[in-house]
C-alpha cells in the first residue's frame, strides 16, 4: 500500500512534468507517466495497474489544473484502458515488457482518439493518429526500460 | 523476446505506411477558390472564402478564437482557451486542418465535389 502511494505520487508528478517536454504532435504527450502502471500491471497485477492509473490521471489533472477539460477525459480513459489490457496480457506468456507496453501504447492512444473524435463530432483528428502510434513506440520501450529498472531496484532492497 | 521484436516491427512499419501513403493522394495546392469551414461539434458554423479576419463564437455567441486568412492558408491568431495548441499548429493550407478539442472545433479547407472539372490532367496511368 505504501509502496503504491509513493508509485501514485511519482506517476502524477511525470505526469505534470512530461507536458514541459515538446512533442511533435500538438496537444500530444509523450506518455513517461505510463511506466509505474505498465511495471505493476506486469508485476504486481492487473487491480494494482488500474488503481494507478485512475488515481495518477486524476492527481496530475488536478495538479496541473485539467480535470474534467475534454482532454482530460481522454487521458483518463485511454490510461484506464491500456492498464486493463496490459494486465490482461500480461498473465499469458506471450509478450514481455516492451511488448506489453507497445501493445499498451496502442490501446491507449486509439481510446484516446475515439473518446477525441466523439468530443468534437468529426474524425478529422485521425489523421495525427499514425505519426503518435509512431513516436509512441519509442517511448513505449523507454517505459519498458524504466520499468525494469524498477524491478531491479525493488530486487536490490529485498536482497537487503 | 521475439514476439515483442516482431510486433514493434509491425506497429513501427504500419505507421510510417500511415503516415507516408496518404501524402502521394494529397490533392496538388492551388491558390484559387478554396473555402474555409469552421465546424463547431460537428456542425458547419463558418463558411469563408474571402481573406481576413475572422471572429469564431460559438452557438452560444461565446467568444472562441480569431483566424486569419490570407487567401491560401488560414491560421489562428487568437484564441480563448489555455492550451493554445491551435495556435501552436500554425498556418495550414490545402488538406491540412486545425483541431481544437476543448471548443470541439475544426477548421479546415471544403474539399473540392468537383476533382474531374478542376483536372486539367487528360488521360492517367499507373
Known amino acids: 500500500m505504501v509502496t503504491l502511494g509513493v508509485m501514485v505520487a511519482i506517476s502524477s508528478v511525470v505526469y505534470v512534468l512530461e507536458s514541459l517536454i515538446p ?52 487521458g483518463f480513459l485511454g490510461s484506464l484502458a491500456s492498464a486493463i489490457v496490459q494486465g490482461v496480457i500480461a498473465r499469458f506468456n506471450i509478450f514481455g515488457l516492451a511488448g506489453i507496453s507497445i501493445l499498451g501504447m496502442l490501446v491507449n492512444n486509439i481510446v484516446q482518439f475515439l473518446v477525441g473524435s466523439f468530443l468534437i463530432g468529426s474524425s478529422a483528428i485521425y489523421v495525427f493518429l499514425p505519426l503518435v502510434i509512431f513516436l509512441g513506440t519509442f517511448s513505449a520501450l523507454a517505459n519498458a526500460y524504466l520499468a525494469n529498472q524498477t524491478e531491479k531496484i525493488f530486487e536490490s532492497m529485498e536482497e537487503r | 523476446m521475439r514476439h515483442d521484436f516482431i510486433l514493434f516491427i509491425l506497429v513501427i512499419s504500419s505507421a510510417l505506411i500511415a503516415i507516408f501513403v496518404p501524402k502521394f493522394y494529397e490533392p496538388s495546392v492551388s491558390n484559387n477558390a478554396n473555402t474555409v469551414v469552421v465546424r463547431i461539434a460537428g456542425k458547419t458554423a463558418y463558411e469563408f472564402s474571402q481573406p481576413g479576419n475572422w471572429r469564431i463564437t460559438n452557438s452560444q455567441k461565446e467568444y472562441v478564437t480569431t483566424l486569419h486568412y490570407d487567401g491560401n492558408k488560414v491560421w489562428v491568431t487568437e484564441s480563448n482557451c489555455p492550451d493554445k495548441i491551435c495556435e501552436k499548429i500554425g498556418k495550414v493550407g490545402q488538406g491540412g486542418s486545425i483541431i481544437c478539442v476543448p ?12 476533382q474531374e472539372s478542376t483536372n486539367t490532367t487528360d488521360v492517367q496511368t499507373w
Open chain 2, 103 to 114: 471548443n470541439k472545433m475544426i477548421i479546415e479547407f471544403k474539399k473540392r465535389e468537383s
Open chain 1, 23 to 74: 512533442f511533435p504532435v500538438p496537444g500530444g504527450k509523450w506518455g513517461f507517466s505510463n511506466f509505474l502502471v505498465l511495471y505493476l500491471s506486469f508485476f504486481s497485477g492487473i487491480t494494482d495497474g488500474i488503481v494507478l492509473a485512475i488515481s495518477k490521471s486524476l492527481l496530475g489533472s488536478i495538479l496541473s489544473g485539467t480535470i474534467l477539460t475534454p482532454g482530460f477525459f481522454m
